[in-house]
């Protein structure tokens, strides 16, 4: 597996990911489960960094 092919396949996993995240964060929290939409944005706000790193590395 070539460098840009896993590049490539990690930031496809990343946007899937973030796809599942902001179909999941649509729903408004309930109360017992106000921890675990905490932990899915923050989640998603480390996926969106990666992935903005992931893509702005091919800019440079």
């Excluded at 930031?11 to 489960?33: G, H, N, Q």
């Amino acid at each position: 597996m070539t460098k840009k092919f896993r590049k490539e396949d990690l930031i496809s996993k990343i946007t899937a990911r973030l796809a599942e995240l902001e179909l999941e964060l649509l729903l408004p929290p309930s109360d017992e489960l106000d921890a675990e939409y905490e932990e899915l944005i923050k989640e998603a706000v480390k996926l969106r960094e990666a992935l903005s790193f992931l893509t702005d590395f091919d800019e440079i």
